[in-house]
């Protein structure tokens, strides 16, 4: 099937009102619950598609697949996608460059009409949208809620900092002139999100990209790459012209790469492991045959974060926190608490009333919205099995530690260890599962120096009723999303623009005032009056 689309074709919108995160879902309310679960029907009856690969707005078919699975049943496939090769690499990047040349030259009220109109399909269709969460990455209700959620508010939010930047002016006007300030696009970009956030991250990505006028080569997540190719149906259906978004899920060392080093890469927009973001960013610093810039890199890479308890925090709230952080999506999370740092006087009882808290979350399918649901696969659950191995031998196993057997799905109990030393391989190592390893400290200002003792610096927290200490940490803490007395996960888009420190990224700040800047040029222009 072919598909063609024109800039014309997109709905003009204009933003209404000023930004506000979209709400949060109580599926308390019978009638949301039943809308979950009718969308869950849905969506179950819909497993097992096949999807094309979209280049240039082709359908294209190959012979290699990608089978994205159920990670709560891994017998059931969510989708069947085909698998882009090296051989994809140049007919997406040539159908990313015609698209740019008139991309490029719309105006910024149809590029940001795009995202509204994408933003408001989503919305219409949001608990569809969150069973896809459920089934492909194993999120329970509230989990795939916020995703979908932030999404919205990504798609929202762009569209009007855009619109904000089309507007911006030289500080001055210089006597005897006319001066402008343009914020123009880059080029083609590669956008290769995570699976964990596989809608909000992947799709904040890719709109920030396509509304500052550039045009995208989107390589998902093998993991999942459904969602994603959900939310390019949703562009097409909001009006996106051929060519702009080209959708490629395939292999990162195969497809990734070539892409990641092409001459006519323009910019690589990633989201993942710390091991990759470095190789990208490697690969990109190496100029190519006919390449006439520096590719920029967009690198969100991970964290090992902590949460700072002092002695004269309000422990019941402290341990809350943790456990939330700690535990949300099975750890799964860059932004997850996987270090809880406490000082002495209250060490003991906190480690208690953790392992109390712990014991009260429930694990299952994610479909029948318990607190945890799966880890992603079985690769990601046996090597969390031997981090909880070092664990035992590094300190005291306060809870967890097992695997759940339960339709065959990646199942892992919440695991707290106690008692283990600031420099041990679960204190420095980013694990990216439901482990949470507990440090005693002797002071507020050695909590501290652990806190800042890893080579990341995403996000941390700290709880005190101290207000010198919140001062202190405020300048003090290393982390590029830091919150005083709330827990560490839970960025919300426009109040906490999102990025980390050292080997966590380039500080990127998504969903802040500065992204739409990344993926653009500043061009002055002066005009002798």
Known sequence: MNKTTSATSIRIRQPEGNFKNEPFTDFKTPENARAMEAALAKVRSELG????????????KTEGKIKSHNPARPAETVGVHQKAGIEHAEPAMQAALAAYESWSRTTVEERASLLFNAAEIIRQRHFEFCAWLTFEVGKNWAEADADVGETIDFLEFYAREALRLSKATTPIQYPGERNELLYIPLGVGAVIPPWNFPFAIMAGM???????????????????????????????????PDGVVNFCPGSGATFGNAIVEHAKTRFIAFTGSKAVGLDIHERAARTKPGQIWIKRTILEMG??????????????????????AAFGFSGQKCSACSR??????????FVERVREGVAKL??????????????????????????IETGKKEGRLVAGGKVVDID?????????????????????????????AIIKVASFDEGLKVANNTEYGLTGAIYSSDRDKLNIARNEFHVGNLYLN?????????????????MSGTDSKAGGPDYLYLFTQAKSVAEKL
């Open 340 to 349: 809880a740092i406490v000082e002495a006087p209250v060490y003991d009882v």
């Open 206 to 240: 890719t709109s920030a990209s396509i509304v500052a006028g550039n045009t995208v080569v989107l390589k998902p997540s093998s993991d999942s790459p459904t969602i994603a190719a959900k939310f390019v149906e949703v562009l097409e259906e909001a009006g996106m």
């Open 49 to 60: 598609r096949e999807y094309d690969l979209v280049i240039g707005g082709r359908r294209v």
């Open 408 to 436: 065959g799905g990646h199942f892992l109990e919440p695991t707290v260890f106690a008692d283990i030393a600031p420099d041990a391989v679960i204190s420095q190592e980013e694990i990216f599962g439901p482990v949470l």
């Open 362 to 387: 429930t694990v299952g399918d994610p479909a029948k919205n318990p607190n945890m649901g799966p880890v992603i696969s079985k690769a990601a659950l046996e090597q969390m099995l031997e981090y």
């Open 486 to 502: 709330r827990k560490c996960t839970g960025a919300m888009v426009g109040a906490h623009p999102f990025g980390g420190f050292n």
């Open 303 to 324: 964290g090992k974060d902590s949460i700072l308890v002092c002695a004269d925090a309000d422990v019941d709230a402290a341990v809350d926190a943790v456990v939330a």
